[in-house]
Each structure stands twice: as structure tokens, then as C-alpha cells.
């Protein structure tokens, strides 16, 4: 299920925006594609009919272990009797077909963990489509011996989400998961070392409109925090530095001149560091803006 | 009055508030109480964990709901206020976080009973109605609303799914609860019967009492095929002497006399008995105790279940059953008598109408029904693999947000119901004030069904005698008078049953908890 689409403008590198029918750069403007086939069921529309005028089912997806093709024995309330009883033997025996093997069925425990992961922490759909597709590459290279498949559902979800730079940090996820730290640690080395995963260091600006929401900002402080972080990027101040430190120092500072009322521990709570984190990003800025 | 003083008043009465109000009376309600009445009367998820030997079991208790305003979470993390408008024109759902508190409960059975974790979490998202108390517009200004992109005229009273505007049409449905006599033809002969759809809870179940030719009456309802002997019935729920059944169901000598027949052929005399016979219907082949008890679960779970009230004991609500199938038996009789008229289905006394608020509540409480069973799921896959039971990892709120956002987006609702939310009529103003004000009936179009169609009597002042489509839906698609006005349940119904005793309704003799079980 890849689309051909990239990933980025082949441009300017700018992050790209779908809607219905066009793909388009959010920076350049450049529209990538357009005319999209639409994936969802064919339907065909009867004046006055009940039945389901849907042609066909939905569209293939990779977060399910079948890939959503799978078919089901629904529930009809005009059998009775022998009938019923059958049908409903079949139906149980059909769902015990569903799952063939051992892998298959971690599979799906694992997708359902995903799943709940990815609505617990209000992600877009499409990292759990990606999350799950990079479950499966690990489960191919036999990854999951010896770990634990709440650790994988876990880390999964926090490399999809660093490479579609909607950085999540680690306690955030953990906070969420079933899985303990050490466990998201190990199944995310063990991606890292065998999968390569394409994730570079977090830019701390990902974080930033999270954080600012959650210390309830307002725009212009977020927007001053922002200027902040590029120019530390730019300077290359933030490298070796914890990401989530960086973007709580930012708010912080611009939370300072901005005359908001803000300690240092509240903002360093947010991003789960120490304020001792927090204050050696704020010196070096309070440096550069006197200096 | 003058011509003057009613243009005012029918100016007045027709502000921009009043003309969507039954729909904000309604999901207001389900907002405030409906929810937390559903939530209580699930009240807690078993699970199967201490089904095992040693194993202490484990059961969540379900607490208070809460819901706050429509707001957006970014793919960033961040999240803000939702309004209307950049609902529509994002194509995202205008929709509000619902919160509960869940505790996990561990023991019981050796050991005493632990709260394990207790926590207040997220379970999903409600679709929120534009202009109800929990949307993000209730108390704006002319002003700000058009600082927003609001159309301050607009009336609101629908939803927001996937950015398109979705109202939830109001359904007629035959009046729950109540005695409606008619007859009927079976195998040629005309037979008497009166019929309740008893409703609670969401459960709906049809109770029927036939005066076969034979002058013989039966009852059937859910869970027994067939029909059940109406003496055997009453018996088995404890209304056991000749004298009894008989007085209760009416003191009419030609009614007597009818009744005299049916216990001349009755084949049980006692209360134990009649289970007994039951027991055989319901669980035949079966060992007798397993016949008794299925005897018993049938009667208190199957029969007439909205005559359950809470705090009324086991006992008491049997025999008010039995009480209530007399009545029923005395409907048939009188029927076959010519005392009364067959009951009229399409007059408004015997029509109820669902708003948006009912059509919610059954949603919600299969949406509950959904999340309670992943729940169940989850906590027992967590126990197995040995993992920390806690709240907040067991629930899935995509499970909730999906089943309330789905049928609101297709208008396929619970039960089968199909086109039941509706794109909002936007051709022009008076287009989408008639959608709102809009209610249907659930008959088949396809059928003639020339009464049910006719403009009956008792819809003056209640439903306009115009307006209704030409074609297939004439008659069945109807819409509200201008005046008109929607009563809404009580909320507390031990509250009306003092105030009704103090204005002087009588319940029946020989029972002393005011009870009244004919009508609803």
C-alpha cells in the first residue's frame, strides 16, 4: 500500500499537506499531485432500497494482520432454529481460522496496542499506519525474540513519530504504553541497530507547540519560543542537548520577556526534565540576547 | 387581543432560540443526566479473571462523567478550542472529550477487596450539537459570532461529523408501555388481543395477549416460543387463588364468566407447579433444577421488564406483573365484548417522539456496552501476560469515539435503523428550519399504509396539516406545527408518582407502594 507520493516537496524539501484531491507543499506551493484515486468503497445508490449499496469493502490497510480483507459471517435475525445454531458454529469457527499462526496473533495483540497507543496520545492516522507497517519489518527480521511485543508497540510508535517529526518524548510514550522503559529502550535498539531506523536528532521546535498548549501560552509567547529555537539551530547551540529541555527553555525565556508568569520548574515538568537542564539552555540564551 | 399584540407574541415566540429548542432540550438532558444514567446503570465490567484456582478476581467500577467543550488536538500535540465553523471547514468532527472515573478492583473472594488503580481517564469523544450547552458558541453575542465566521441567524440543532452538518431526525414511535387492544385474524377466525412493547433500558421487548376462538387466553413474549397459558402465568407469578384472578382481572359478570372458563382449563393449581410447567417450556430435555431457575431468570428478566423499578424488591414486582397481565386479559375481554373500541395506533395519545437526545442515549449506551467488553479484553490479556493492571492502559477511547461518530456520519443506527442523521438542508434559511423541525415515521414506505398516512384528528396544534412530501414518503414525513411544544420525561419519576398520589389517582387496591402499572 506505498503511494508514489514522496514524503517531502522534491523542491524545497517542505512538508507536504493532502486533502481530497490535491497533494500540495505547505512552503513552495508546489502541488505534488492531484486527482487522487480515492481508496473508499464503490457505492452505487437505489431510490428505495435498504440494503448496503456498498460495492466493495474498505480500502486494504497495513494496520490490521490481515490487511482488512478478511471476511466476516454476519448476523441475520430471519434464521431460526437449526439454522441459527449452524450459522453461528460457522461464525466461531471462522474467527478461530482467522489467525494461523503464533506470529500472527502477536501480531495482532500488538496492533491493538498500537492502536490504543496512538488514540491515547491523539496521533494522526497515518503514524499508525506507518507504526504498524514498521512492526511488521521487525517481526520480519526476527526482532521480537527474546523482547517483549508491548516494548516493540511502544517503540514502533515513538520512531514513527520522530520520522514523521511529530516528536513525542520517550516518558510520554511510556506514560501511555504497557510497556516499561527498559523494555521500549531494547526494542528500540534493536530496531535502531538492524532496521536503520531514518531518524536524525529531534529538532526541539516539535515540541514546542505541545508544551506551550499544555503550560497554557499564549500564540505570541509560543511564536517568540519559536525564533528562539531556530536561532539556536542555526548557531548549532541545541546539538548534544536533551530536545525537550531545549523547547522548555525556550517558552521559558520568552515566557520571561514577555512578562508571563512562568517558574522554571513548571516548565521544566512539562518537558520531564530538570530545571537544571532547563537553565544551562537559558543561560546561553540570555547570553546571545545581551551580548 | 388585538392583531397587534399576537404579532408580538408569535415574534417573540419565534426567536432564534426557540426554533431548534426541542432538539437542545433533549441533548441537553442526555448531556447533564442521560449520560451518567447510562454509565449507572452499567455500573461496573466483570472480568473472567479467578475463574482459576488461587486467582483473586478482578472487576472495574465505573464512577462519575464528565464532558467538557469541543476542542482539537493538532498532530504537533497541541490542543485548543474547536469552533463550528473551523469544524466545517477543516472537515473534522465538533466534538468534546469525555472523561470517567474507572477504579480497578482486585479480591473478594479469600482476600479483602483492593482498589488497584483509580483514575479519572479519557474514554473517547462525543459529537457535540452547535448550540447545545456544551458547545463552544452557547453564550456568544451577535458580535462575537460573526467575529468567529458564525452566521449569528443560524439555528443550530446538528451535529458536525468529518465537516459535514448532520441532524438527527425526529422518529415517531408507538407509545411504550401501554395496553393497546386490537384484533387480529389467525387462521380465519377473528381473535382479541392487547399488546405493550415494554421498554427499559434500551430493552424492548412485546408482550401479547390473545383471546383465541376458543375463549382461551395466551401470552407471549421474548425468550418463549410460542404462547404460554395465561392462568399458568399468572400462577407462576404468585397470583395463585380461583377467587383472586379472577376478581383482578374484572368484576363484570359476563367478563367472570369468561375467565371461569379459562381456569376450568387450567392444567396447574399452584404457584410451584406452574414454574414447574414453565420451566418445561423454556428449557425442555433439560434437569429440573436448571428448568426451575431458567423458570425463574425468564420471568424476572424477559417479562414486562419496565414494570422493574428500583428499590421494589423481586417479590413485589411479580405479582404487580401479574397484576398487569390482567389488566391486559380484561382489555382482551372487553374487546370481545363490545365494551370498547380497538385501540387507535395513529392517535397522538399513543405516539412518542425520539429526539436527538433518545437517539444519542441509545447510542451511547452501546458505545459503553463496546468499550466495557475491550476493556474486559484487555485486562484479561494484560493479567495474562503478568502486566501491572492500571486504568488509564486498558482503555481504548478510539473504541467509544468511533461508535458515536460513525452511525452520526452514515445514519446507520443501532438497532438497524438506516437514515437516521441527515446532511442538513443548507438549498436556503426556511430549507434548513424545516429539516430541523422535521420528524418520520419508521414505516415502510413502500407499503400503503393509508391510515398511518391520513391526517388524523388529534395532530391539530401538534404536527402542520400542509407540509409533507409528495410521493412515496407522503403522509410518513411530517413536520411540527409552529406552536407546537415537546413535553420531555420526568427526571424523577418516584417524585411524579407522590405528586400524582396527591392529586388523587388511586393505585390499585392491595398494593401499598403507589403503583400504576397501566400506562407508562
Known amino acids: 500500500m506505498t503511494t508514489t507520493v514522496p514524503r517531502s516537496c522534491p523542491e524545497c524539501e517542505g512538508r507536504l499537506r493532502a486533502d481530497d484531491c490535491e497533494t500540495i507543499c505547505t512552503q513552495c506551493g508546489l502541488v505534488v499531485d492531484e486527482h487522487a484515486i480515492d481508496p473508499g468503497p464503490e457505492w452505487r445508490s437505489f431510490d428505495d432500497d435498504d440494503a448496503n449499496p456498498e460495492r466493495t469493502g474498505a480500502p486494504l490497510t497495513r494496520s490490521r494482520h490481515d490487511k482488512g480483507l478478511s471476511t466476516e459471517i454476519g ?32 501480531r495482532v495483540y500488538a496492533f491493538t496496542e498500537i492502536r490504543r497507543l496512538i488514540s491515547r496520545l491523539d496521533l494522526p492516522e497515518h503514524v499508525r499506519e506507518q507504526s504498524c507497517a514498521l512492526f511488521e519489518s521487525a517481526q520480519k527480521e526476527n526482532l521480537l525474540q527474546g523482547r517483549s511485543i508491548e516494548g516493540f508497540a511502544a517503540a514502533v510508535v515513538y520512531a514513527t513519530c520522530r520520522t514523521a517529526s511529530v516528536s513525542r518524548t520517550v516518558t510520554e510514550i511510556t506514560d501511555a504504553a504497557k510497556s516499561t522503559r527498559a523494555e521500549l529502550d531494547a526494542a528500540y535498539d534493536a530496531m535502531n541497530r538492524e532496521l536503520g531506523l531514518p531518524t536524525g536528532p529531534i529538532d526541539p521546535r516539535e515540541f514546542l507547540a505541545r508544551f506551550a498548549s499544555k503550560l497554557d501560552l499564549p500564540q505570541e509567547i509560543e511564536q517568540r519560543a519559536r525564533e528562539f529555537a531556530t536561532a539556536l539551530r542555526e548557531r548549532g547551540e541545541d546539538t548534544g542537548r536533551n530536545p525537550g529541555g531545549v523547547a522548555a527553555a525556550c517558552l521559558y525565556t520568552a515566557a520571561k520577556h514577555g512578562g508571563h508568569d512562568l517558574t522554571q520548574r513548571e516548565a521544566a515538568d512539562v518537558a520531564d526534565v530538570t530545571p537544571v537542564t532547563l537553565r544551562n539552555t537559558y543561560k546561553r540564551l540570555e547570553r546571545h540576547a545581551s551580548g | 387581543m388585538n392583531i397587534e399584540d399576537k404579532r408580538n407574541i408569535s415574534r417573540e415566540y419565534f426567536s432564534r432560540e426557540r426554533l431548534a429548542e426541542h432538539h437542545f432540550r433533549s441533548f441537553n438532558a442526555f448531556l447533564d443526566r442521560g449520560m451518567q444514567e447510562v454509565v449507572d446503570e452499567k455500573a461496573t465490567i466483570e472480568t473472567d479473571i479467578g475463574d482459576k484456582e488461587g486467582e483473586e478476581p478482578v472487576y472495574v467500577e465505573l464512577g462519575d462523567v464528565r464532558i467538557v467543550t469541543p476542542r482539537v488536538r493538532e498532530a504537533d500535540g497541541s490542543e485548543e478550542l474547536l469552533y463550528p465553523q473551523e469544524a466545517r471547514l477543516r472537515n473534522i468532527t465538533y466534538s ?20 488497584v488503580d483509580q483514575t479519572e481517564t479519557k474514554i473517547g469523544r462525543m459529537p457535540i450539537m452547535v448550540g447545545s450547552n456544551k458547545c463552544n458558541i452557547a453564550d456568544f453575542t451577535r458580535e462575537e459570532l ?37 384484533t387480529d385474524t389467525k387462521y380465519g377466525d377473528t381473535i382479541e388481543v392487547a399488546k405493550t412493547f415494554s421498554q427499559r433500558r434500551g430493552y424492548r421487548a412485546l408482550v401479547l395477549c390473545e383471546r383465541t376462538r376458543d375463549g382461551l387466553l395466551e401470552v407471549s413474549f421474548p425468550s418463549v416460543s410460542g404462547s404460554v397459558n395465561f392462568v399458568t402465568l399468572v400462577r407462576a407469578l ?12 374484572s368484576d363484570d359478570p359476563e367478563i367472570v364468566k369468561f375467565m371461569l372458563e379459562n381456569l376450568e382449563a387450567a392444567d396447574v393449581q399452584t404457584t ?37 423499578e428500583e428499590g421494589v424488591d423481586e417479590e413485589d414486582v411479580r405479582i404487580n406483573k401479574a397484576y398487569y397481565l390482567c389488566r391486559m386479559a380484561e382489555a382482551c375481554f372487553e374487546l370481545a365484548l363490545g365494551r370498547r373500541e380497538p385501540d387507535d395506533k395513529d392517535h397522538y395519545a399513543n405516539k412518542r417522539l425520539k429526539v ?9 449506551r452501546t458505545a459503553l456496552n463496546k ?14 501476560r503478568n502486566r501491572q493492571l492500571s486504568v488509564s492502559t486498558v482503555v481504548r477511547s478510539d ?31 426556511m430549507g434548513v428550519l424545516s429539516h430541523l423541525r422535521r420528524l418520520r415515521s419508521p414505516l415502510s414506505r413502500s407499503q400503503p399504509h393509508f391510515e398511518a398516512r391520513d391526517l388524523h384528528a388529534t395532530q391539530w396544534g401538534r404536527i402542520c396539516p400542509s407540509e409533507t412530501p409528495e410521493g412515496p414518503n407522503c403522509g410518513l414525513v411530517k413536520n411540527f406545527a409552529q406552536a407546537m411544544e415537546l413535553s420531555q420525561n420526568v427526571e424523577d419519576e418516584q417524585e411524579l408518582k407522590q405528586e400524582l398520589a396527591q392529586m388523587g389517582v388511586e393505585g390499585i387496591p392491595g398494593i401499598e407502594s403507589v403503583e400504576q402499572p397501566a400506562d407508562d
Open chain 2, 146 to 182: 460573526i467575529d468567529i465566521g458564525e452566521d449569528p441567524a443560524d439555528p443550530g440543532g446538528y451535529f458536525i461529523v468529518n465537516g459535514s452538518e448532520r441532524v438527527l431526525m425526529t422518529s415517531e414511535d408507538l407509545a411504550p408501555n401501554k395496553i393497546l387492544a386490537e
Open chain 2, 272 to 308: 410451584e407447579e406452574a414454574i414447574e410447567s414453565l420451566g418445561k417450556r423454556v428449557a425442555s430435555g433439560q434437569g429440573k433444577n436448571y428448568q426451575l431457575k431458567r423458570a425463574n431468570y425468564v420471568i424476572d428478566r424477559y417479562l414486562l421488564p419496565h414494570l422493574h
Open chain 2, 356 to 364: 436527538s437526545g433518545d437517539l444519542m442515549r441509545d447510542l451511547f
Open chain 2, 371 to 384: 468499550l466495557a467488553r475491550d476493556v474486559k479484553y484487555q485486562l484479561e490479556r494484560a493479567n495474562m
Open chain 2, 399 to 429: 473504541v467509544l469515539t468511533e461508535r458515536l461518530e460513525h452511525p452520526i456520519a452514515t445514519g446507520n443506527w443501532v438497532g438497524g435503523r438506516s437514515g437516521v442523521s441527515q446532511l442538513v438542508d443548507r438549498t436556503d434559511y
Open chain 2, 96 to 115: 468534546a472529550p469525555v472523561f470517567m472515573e474507572m477504579a480497578v478492583i482486585k479480591g473478594g473472594d479469600e482476600e479483602e477487596e483492593v482498589v
Open chain 2, 238 to 249: 404468585g397470583l395463585e387463588s380461583d377467587e383472586e384472578i379472577v376478581h383482578r382481572v
Open chain 1, 75 to 106: 448476523h441475520s435475525n430471519r434464521l431460526t432454529g437449526r439454522k441459527r445454531r449452524r450459522v453461528a458454529r460457522m461464525r466461531r469457527q471462522h474467527k478461530r481460522t482467522q489467525i494461523r499462526s503464533k506470529a500472527e496473533r502477536n
